[in-house]
Antibody, heavy 119, light 110 residues
Framework: QVQLVESGGGVVQPGRSLTLSCTASGFNFRSYGMHWVRQAPGKGLEWVAI????????YYADSVKGRFTISRDNSMSTLHLQMNTLKAEDTAVYYC????????????WGQGTLVTVSS | QSALTQPASVSGSPGQSITISCTGT?????????VSWYQQLPDKAPKLMIY???KRPSGVSNRFSGSKSGNMASLTISGLQAEDEADYYC??????????FGGGTKLTVL
């Protein structure tokens, strides 16, 4: 069955960096676009970034553009999110999400990994 | 990339029908038939309920339906059940390969 398992979350100081990873299994990873979606504590969902199935295109929310980088390794079925210059407002649960079709249909979500930006 | 507008909360009694609205602009909801809806139970990851405005994934109850008119999309749940109590989020394509979510609606089953 499809599984998405995030890792790499934790507590980090403002201005520092952190890299999240997502290990996928149970499907042909290289055939799907992948996204990161986050959710601040007690708040709603916020789309973060997308990477095309082959890694050729990447797009970001304005709130993270220039600070976050999404990447993937299709040979290892892994998705990454490098987060630089972290701010308190980046504190959230980060979900790795598989796109079924048309950029906004997300059929599988990981369990999420919590990132806390605090001094 | 402003969030789509949803009511903060809605409620209904078992057996009734409720509708959750999702209001956007000509930049997203009105311009594309690419709206999806997600159900999030407490401390769980979201679950896809509706995609491409009104399509239901396999396994989702036919009590859930979606529609769109102009810049407003809607999720209707008929025959409300206690297990439907959750947070619901709409999501739309916003052009230039970006995505925007609604602020979320808490559904209470009375």
């Amino acid at each position: 069955q499809v599984q998405l398992v995030e890792s790499g979350g934790g507590v980090v100081q403002p201005g520092r960096s952190l890299t999240l990873s997502c290990t996928a299994s149970g499907f042909n990873f290289r055939s799907y676009g992948m996204h990161w979606v986050r959710q601040a504590p007690g708040k709603g969902l916020e789309w973060v970034a997308i990477i095309w199935y082959d890694g050729s295109k990447k797009y970001y929310a304005d709130s993270v553009k220039g600070r976050f980088t999404i990447s993937r390794d299709n040979s290892m079925s892994t998705l990454h999110l490098q987060m630089n210059t972290l701010k308190a407002e980046d504190t959230a649960v980060y979900y790795c999400v598989r796109e079924l079709v048309d950029l906004v249909t997300f059929d599988y979500w990981g369990q999420g990994t919590l990132v806390t930006v605090s001094s | 990339q402003s969030a789509l507008t949803q009511p903060a909360s809605v409620s209904g009694s078992p057996g009734q029908s409720i509708t959750i609205s999702c209001t956007g602009t000509s930049s997203e909801v009105e311009s594309y038939n690419l709206v999806s809806w997600y159900q999030q139970l407490p401390d769980k990851a979201p679950k896809l309920m509706i995609y491409e405005v009104n399509k239901r994934p396999s396994g989702v109850s036919n009590r859930f339906s979606g529609s769109k008119s102009g810049n407003m999309a809607s999720l209707t749940i008929s025959g409300l059940q206690a297990e439907d109590e959750a947070d619901y989020y709409c999501c739309s394509y916003a052009g230039s390969s970006t995505v925007v979510f609604g602020g979320g609606t808490k559904l209470t089953v009375l």
